[in-house]
């Protein structure tokens, strides 16, 4: 099969930030950076109001997640090449929570990348914007410092929230989207030049 038939896969998860209109600015300011890259497929994954706890290994967030990137490798000729995920504002609302997120995020990457039998899937995540709550800065340092290989973190901080304080404007989905692109691009152009 020739490489433009084989889809580049990526992986949608989190909450509502996530399920809105950040995969698609992702995928047309990747195609724009990396014409060579061929298809791009973007698998949905992300449902609104989730905590970590729910993506947890045998949880329907978990098992939906690990069922849909086996079927895009499997019917649609894809290959996996990062997961994009923005998930953490429900962490914020209690210490407890907060304080637990960064071993949770650990666990789920780890399980993930075993149950894919992709051990150093490339995993793009999105320090939080918002949260609102006064525990946000304990889950925005656990994604700032995963401490896990292939794990980058794009700070969303900066970007432009609507007046509900949580979720991002239309502008900052596209501004975000562009990041995550500049990150796989970057970490992609890293990779094939250590490999050659």
């Known amino acids: 099969m020739a490489n433009s038939q084989v889809k580049n896969i990526f992986l ?9 209109l950040g995969g ?3 995928a047309n300011s990747l195609l724009n950076k990396t014409s060579s890259l061929g298809i791009v497929g973007l698998v949905p994954c992300a449902m609104a109001g989730n905590k970590i706890s729910e993506w947890q290994k045998g949880t329907f967030l978990y098992n939906q997640l690990v069922k849909r990137a086996k079927a895009a490798t499997l019917q649609e000729f894809g290959v996996i090449r990062a997961m994009l995920r923005y998930q953490g ?8 929570d907060a304080n637990a997120y960064k071993g949770k995020m650990q666990q789920f990457f780890t399980d993930l990348r075993r149950d894919l039998g992709l051990p150093k899937l490339l995993i793009i995540q999105v320090a939080l914007a918002s949260g609102g709550k006064h525990y946000t800065e304990i889950v925005r340092g656990a994604q700032l410092n995963p401490e896990l290989a292939n794990v980058v973190t794009v700070d969303a901080k900066d970007l432009q929230l609507h007046k509900d304080n949580l979720h991002l404007t239309v502008s900052s989905q596209v501004l975000l989207g562009h990041r995550m692109a500049d990150a796989f691009t ?4 890293t990779t094939s030049s250590s490999s050659s």
Do not use: C, H, Y
Request: glycine share 8%; no cysteine; hydrophobic share 35%.
């Open 12 to 20: 949608l998860a989190g909450q509502s930030n996530m399920s809105g």
């Open 24 to 26: 698609m600015p992702f």
């Open 89 to 96: 504002e429900s962490d914020t609302v209690t210490l407890r």
């Open 186 to 189: 970057k970490i992609n152009s």
